[in-house]
């Protein structure tokens, strides 16, 4: 299995995310950029968060590199500061996993996530142990900045209509759930002119009010909330603060499927050009692109994969269906804070956000799982079945078999021995119906 993961390197904190590995980690990243340059570490609100960060930047001097300490920051904020002021990021997050986790994630200089082969090269310099070491007068020196995040929000603002969200004095309902995203997303809504009101706004990495997940369960009091103070919106994020979800006026959780396409149609209202998606998301994307007249971009899934598209083909939207939208004229990088100021603008432009989600097409979706101990082989059976029975297959991730009223998705897990398997169709019982057939396939394959 590889060393990083789908978002860098996870695990439990002070067990398997212990000092040593980030002062290795960030050894490997200074050996891979020669000993040159800087790189700003940050970190999300996580316990282990002081502990970790400190290892990485020891490492990172002990390699030779300046060291820019951006202190608790969302990560799409060192991720909009690494592209304008320093050649590489770290950023000590373990994202919306449990309370107990911590990881270790790197950026590279445009912003963006650091690529799989980027990574890989990371990998084997971790492996192999030949870390750069500086000479005694060669190791490096730590400046502190304490604006990266009034960098971030004053870019937010730049890339949406503030004026006329300003003019319309919201009230917005945000739980941070005492995330990175306690530290940017109450004042960012303050600069928008918004009455906010903070669920869990403190910065406290034990999570004593809900875990980083911003899951439906989660967000009761933030539901409850929006409806009594009669608020135009609710929004939640994960732990570092890349994603968000959103409530409706009357208090409704808006699917995040339904979140992604209702901006793309916005997007696509305004502007003309591709967009990118994953090929795990609905077909709502495809429906709203079609009607738009502009190009659709399947991708695999990971924001990297959408992000380095869009890049690619120039589209103007592009995102994940669990809550990472990202906007072109912000950064390439998925981002809540973003995405909560682009919802306050279809507000400010007249449009209820109940409207706009019961305005893009209705899917069902249906998933399981299959136990298999040999991914490879099982997914290059079920790849040629599909094949052999005439179906049109994607294989761009997984094996994506499209039907006239549906899809499904099989795709082996990154970590365990198990292959999940997703369908969508336009009723509940058909997506069930293509969820079963696979899953018998899979179960016989495997
Ligand atoms: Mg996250």
């Not at 650091?114 to 000479?135: D, L, N, Q, T």
């Not at 002119?193 to 009091?221: K, M, S, Y």
């Not at 709502?284 to 190009?295: H, L, Q, S, T």
């Amino acid at each position: 299995m590889a060393f990083f993961g789908t978002n860098g390197v996870r695990g439990i904190a002070n067990e398997y995310i212990d000092p040593q590995l980030a002062i290795d980690v960030a050894r490997s990243l200074g050996t891979y950029m020669r000993s040159k340059g800087t790189v700003a570490i940050g970190r999300d609100t996580r316990a282990s968060g002081d502990m970790l960060k400190s290892a990485a930047i020891a490492g990172a001097l002990s390699a030779g590199l300046t060291v820019i300490d951006v202190g608790i920051v969302p990560t799409p904020s060192i991720q909009y500061y690494v592209k304008d002021h320093a050649d590489a990021g770290i950023v000590i997050t373990a994202s919306h996993n449990p309370r107990e986790y911590n990881g270790i994630k790197l950026i590279a200089s445009d912003g963006s996530e650091f690529s799989r082969e980027g990574e890989k090269e990371v990998e084997k310099i971790y492996y192999s142990r030949k870390f750069a070491a500086a000479s005694w007068d060669k190791t490096g020196d730590i400046r502190n900045e304490g604006n990266a995040n009034t960098y971030y929000l004053n870019g937010i603002i730049n890339s949406v209509d503030a004026e006329n969200i300003r003019s319309k004095r919201f009230k917005v309902v945000a739980d941070t759930g005492c995330g990175a995203g306690s530290v940017t997303l109450p004042f960012l809504l303050q600069k928008l002119g918004c009455h906010v009101i903070t669920i869990g706004a403190q910065v406290d990495g034990t999570f004593p009010w809900r875990n980083p997940e911003p899951t439906p369960d989660a967000l009761t009091e933030l539901v409850d909330i929006v409806k009594k103070t009669g608020a135009n919106m609710g929004v939640a994020q994960d732990g570092d603060a890349d994603r968000a979800v959103f409530i409706d006026e009357n208090g409704d959780f808006i699917d995040e499927e339904v979140v992604l396409s209702m901006m793309a149609k916005y997007v696509l209202e305004r502007r003309n050009g591709p967009i990118v998606t994953p090929v795990s998301s609905s077909s709502r994307m495809k429906d709203i692109a079609e009607e738009a007249g502009v190009e659709l971009e399947w991708t695999a899934v990971g924001s990297i994969n959408v992000a380095r598209k869009m890049m690619e083909v120039g589209a103007v939207f592009g995102g994940e269906g669990n809550g990472g939208l990202i906007f072109p004229e912000h950064q390439y990088c998925r981002d809540g804070a973003m995405a909560c100021a682009k919802f306050l603008e279809i507000i400010a432009s007249g449009q209820k956000l109940s409207e706009l989600a019961a305005s893009v097409p209705l899917y069902y979706n249906s998933k399981t799982k299959v136990r298999s101990e040999n991914l490879e082989n099982t997914m290059e059976k079920i790849k040629t079945e599909a094949i052999n029975i005439d179906l049109n297959v994607d294989t761009t991730d997984g094996v994506k078999i499209w039907y006239t009223d549906g899809w499904v998705l099989i795709r082996p897990s990154g970590t365990e021995p198990i292959i999940r398997i997703f369908a969508e169709s336009k009723t509940k019982e058909r997506a069930e119906e293509l969820m079963n057939e696979w899953t018998d396939q899979v179960s016989k394959f495997s």
